[in-house]
Nanobody, 119 residues
Framework: QVHLVESGGGLVQPGGSLRLSCTASGRTVSTDTMGWFRQAPGKERELVARITWSGANTYYADSVKGRFTISTDNAKNTVYLQMNSLKPEDTADYYC????????????WGQGTQVTVSS
């Protein structure tokens, strides 16, 4: 079992930045993939970015490429999502999740943190 706690959300003006953090506790392994998802009101949940704990493999949704950066701090069991040049359409609840090696889906989820981009 893995317990995930997100933090760092809030209200920011367009063009601003936020850094989300997700700290994992429990049985994490180096082969896990960590993902950041978001869900805006009335929309489906979408994968924003993902990374392995080793940092060797990353993925970004087209909508955030060049603006968001996912990274890990293994010593702190924490994954970050640095979000720059934020747009109103980035407004959503952001969730982190863990996918075990060979698992077809993300197995453990955090409670989420809200990000609002508005002037």
């Amino acid at each position: 079992q893995v317990h995930l706690v997100e933090s760092g959300g809030g209200l920011v003006q367009p063009g601003g930045s936020l850094r989300l953090s997700c700290t994992a506790s429990g049985r994490t392994v180096s082969t896990d993939t960590m993902g950041w998802f978001r869900q805006a009101p009335g929309k489906e949940r979408e994968l924003v970015a993902r990374i392995t704990w080793s940092g060797a493999n990353t993925y970004y949704a087209d909508s955030v490429k060049g603006r968001f950066t996912i990274s890990t701090d293994n010593a702190k069991n924490t994954v970050y999502l640095q979000m720059n040049s934020l747009k109103p359409e980035d407004t959503a609840d952001y969730y982190c999740a863990v996918r075990r090696l060979f698992s077809p889906s993300f197995d453990f989820w955090g409670q989420g943190t809200q990000v609002t981009v508005s002037s």
